[in-house]
């Protein structure tokens, strides 16, 4: 019998965690992805669970393989730099590209097709034809959205569905350890920290450097800081040098010199003086416009949408990476588990339209002060979100924070 096919668009986290889980069930699988080199040069920071782990292993990852960094707790600091809140909680924090490579590594090159862009899709009698804008066409028994926040294959699907602004950005950077200050290295680097300031908040830890390494002095430090933007404001940062505006985001090399100075500038004048450096030395600065995606349906005839096309919760939850490969792994467990793809795809988005809703408001609920201008979390009491609950609610699954009553 004919193996099934599924066409993968999105060659990021979730599109390879969706094609090694399908090929490891004896699915044909494609992978299209619109970069044409590997995206390992790309990225900052993620939070490891060992949820995340779980997933890594049964696709037989060597633990320690795919990098991370051990920390013992979080710590909160308020506006001076004073820390005020200590909680400990032992986890692992990693460079994003650590988990992608182990993932890239796993599958079938050949079947990896970077430079591809997904254009559209025709569906005849249970086969869907998938167009590129090169004009190379693929035959898929099941279709799978992994295309991220802005997906083109939503847009087909779900076109009513759109990111919504939050009204603030993430500004991100890294710095190597060797470029931080002996001061830095000892009283900050090894903190999973939460700063406090009036109307923002930065989230700072170490992660591997970058070839992996673990080692003291070779690893590397990692910030983002949540920042209001109006919409205008917004539309400035994402116009380039020749005036045009790119929707969405920016890549860092267009972002116009006068906004990292901004950046900068704001962290001496907003951030208590021992943080200044992390945002100061970043040799690699990116803006990420902080969007929701809310959805009501994961399953679309024979279309499944699984990561960040099919929900985006904030980054203060954490789980971007995670939910991806849960996502991923429902879907191809519920395709080689059910008698028909259509009753795969029901299973598969009864399973996790409620864990996607479950991040989303979470995520809402941890950004909602930024969002409203208001001075701090506390401002509002409603918000149950004293800043000492903060550190341990953010950066991880909702569901241990239901679990354990947080
Ligand atoms: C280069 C990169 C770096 C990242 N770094 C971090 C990080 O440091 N920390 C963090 O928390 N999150 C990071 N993320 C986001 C994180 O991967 C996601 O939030 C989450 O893991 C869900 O992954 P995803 O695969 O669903 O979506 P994404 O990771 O957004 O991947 C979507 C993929 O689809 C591709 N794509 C989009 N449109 C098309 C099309 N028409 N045809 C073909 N391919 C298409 C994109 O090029 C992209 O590779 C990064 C994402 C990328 C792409």
């Known amino acids: 019998m004919q193996n099934k096919r599924a066409v993968i668009v999105g060659g990021s986290v979730g599109g390879l965690f969706a094609g090694n889980y399908l090929c490891r069930r004896n699915w044909d699988v494609e992978i299209l992805e619109t970069a044409p080199e590997s995206l390992a040069s790309r990225g900052q920071g993620i939070a490891r669970h060992a949820e995340l782990e779980d997933l ?35 986890q692992q924090l990693c460079a994003w590209n650590q988990v992608y ?35 190379r066409t693929f035959e898929a028994d099941v279709v799978i959205g992994a295309d991220g926040f802005r997906s083109g294959v939503r847009q087909i699907v779900a076109p009513e569905i ?19 200050s002996e001061t830095f290295r000892v009283d900050i680097f090894s903190h999973y920290a939460f700063l406090f ?36 404001k917004l539309a400035d940062i994402l116009t380039d040098a020749s005036g045009k505006t790119h929707e969405y985001g920016i890549a860092p090399h ?8 901004t950046v900068r500038e704001n962290a001496r004048r907003e951030m208590p003086a021992n943080f200044h450096e992390a945002v100061m030395r970043a040799e690699s600065t990116t803006v990420q416009p902080i969007y929701d995606v809310d959805n009501d349906h994961l399953a679309f005839g024979n279309v499944a949408l699984i990561g960040d096309a099919a929900f985006v919760a904030r980054p203060h939850v954490g789980v971007g990476v995670l939910k991806a490969g849960q996502d991923a792994l429902a879907l191809a467990n519920a395709l080689a588990d059910c008698d028909s793809i259509p009753e795969a795809m029901a299973r598969y988005e009864a399973e996790r339209l409620p864990a996607g809703k ?19 979390p506390t401002d509002d009491p409603s918000l149950n979100l004293p800043l000492e609950r903060i550190i341990r609610v953010s950066g991880r699954p909702v569901e241990h924070v239901i679990e354990q009553g947080l």
């Open 254 to 261: 267009l972002m116009r010199p006068e906004h990292l100075k």
């Open 56 to 90: 890594l292993d049964l696709l037989d990852v060597p633990r320690g393989m795919s990098g991370g960094i051990d920390v013992s707790g979080r710590t909160a600091f308020d506006r001076t730099g004073a820390i005020i809140s200590q909680f400990e909680l032992d």
């Open 197 to 232: 300031m009036s109307g923002s908040q930065l989230i700072g830890y170490p992660i591997d450097g970058p070839d992996g390494s673990q080692l003291p002095g070779e690893r590397r430090y990692t910030y983002l800081w949540y920042h209001p933007a109006s919409e205008e």
């Open 101 to 135: 490579l182990s993932l890239l590594d796993l599958f079938p090159r050949a079947q990896y097709h970077g430079g591809n862009i997904f254009a559209g899709m025709e569906t005849t009698g249970g086969v869907t034809t998938v167009r590129t804008t090169e004009g």
């Open 162 to 180: 759109q990111p919504e602004y939050a009204g603030y950005v993430a500004w991100r950077g890294t710095t190597p350890e060797s470029d931080l």
């Open 358 to 376: 479950r991040a989303l408001n979470h995520a809402r609920n941890l950004g909602a002060f930024i969002q409203r201008g208001l001075d701090s």
